[in-house]
């Protein structure tokens, strides 16, 4: 994949050929003359190296060395040079230029210093990603889970991740959007370009498209140099917008043209500017209930659905509960230094019932609370649970593979004697009658199911004493 774009600037047209002669087989090559064209090249389509002559018929080599560098301090230029022209050389290294080759070439030593060049610049950008996932301070590469609905899921990643198709991941908050939006990125080709989110929600309408696509110099009062945008920064890597539903109506046409278009045009600008970037988005809204409404265009809605990865909330695959919470659990005690290492059955139980509304997110926050407040026990015990995990859902869904066929029966009619004991004011034979049975079998059912007063005596003062 020619995957990285040079450009060359040299006014002989001789040494433009020699050079595109060398470099056009591995990268994608652009020549200009002069320092106007090269300027209006960079501007325009996504650099990732210069070649630069020394001496120019415009502008002198070494001022539009320091014109790049101020602009673009990330691009790296290598300057060509007369061996006649050495003392310059050394002021163009102090302004900044990565290296510099002297003619005639030696090409072997040309690649190398080229793609020695690119390289650095690759794993500057990888470095600076990675020093923002650790200050994120967790892991984003390990997935956990292998319930049928998210390995269906998983299934569909994998398999659209290689190719350069739009991706849209749908799921409610905390189901792992951005985990999978980062693995799609990881499992690319594009692995080493970078990923760039964007928080569609978190930016103001009228920032927005500035934002994206970036700005010129002189765009409006205040913009006293050229801004890149998100689609710069991403290059040929992989763009996120996540919670694609809060953009702005102004900004879905403007995104709507890149899909199709695969171009764009930066706040104050002219110039039309090719972009390679891959596009991922999420959302935990209904996309689709939106366009309905009006509040999300159609025609942006199907490009981006290209293949949708649908994340299913943690309720609709509960066997997984017990993996993630381990997983966090080992996690978060070796971050916190918690000696708090296992999840007790009945705990776990109580796990598995509860409806987390907040997903993942809400089951990792959880865990991470328990491994702090609990440092010195080694298991996590029910009675650490909030007060949520304790309230009896009846109608919290069941499935096979969570409980024992004889567990989810005891819970159940546990569940009933509780409820028909606490009606009938912890009467008995009242109980009893309520459940359609007798006391001596209630009795024994009470035993066996080691129900005690205390589950069924209100925990509030009873409300005869309450009334005046
Ligand atoms: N399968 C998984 N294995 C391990 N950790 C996971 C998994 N899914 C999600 N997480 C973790 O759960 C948390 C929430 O995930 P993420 O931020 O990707 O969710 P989201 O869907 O983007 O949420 P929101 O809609 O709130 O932005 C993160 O800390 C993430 O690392
Ligand atoms: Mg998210």
Redesign the pocket.
Known sequence: MKNKHLLIVDDEASTRESLRMVFEKDYAVSLATSAAEARQIVARSNIDLVLLDIIMPDVDGITFLHELHTEYPDLPVVMISAASSVKRVVEAMKEGAWDYVTKPFDVAELRHIVSRALENSRLRRKLHELQCEVAEE?P?D????NAPL?AQALQVVRKAASTDSTILII??????????ARLVHRLSPRRDEPFVPVHCGAIPEQLMESELFGYEKGAFTGADRRKPGRFDMAGSGTIFF?EISETPHSAQVKLLRVLQEREFVRVGGSEVVRTDARIVA?T?QNLEKLVEQGRFRRDLFYRLSVVPVR?PPLRNRREDIPL?AQ?FLNYFGRKVGSRLSSIDRDAMRLLLRYDWPGN??EL?NLIERMAVLHRDQDMLQPEFLPEEFHVQNLFAPLHAGTFTLEEAVNDFERHLVIDALKKAGGVQTRAAELLGTTRRILKYRIEKLNIQPQDFRPTVSSPQKERP
Request: charge should be positive.
């Open positions: 967790f984003v390990r997935i956990v889970g998210f799921g409610e908050s905390g189901t792992g959007k951005e985990l999978i996540d999420a935990a994340l993630l997983y993942i997110r990792r």
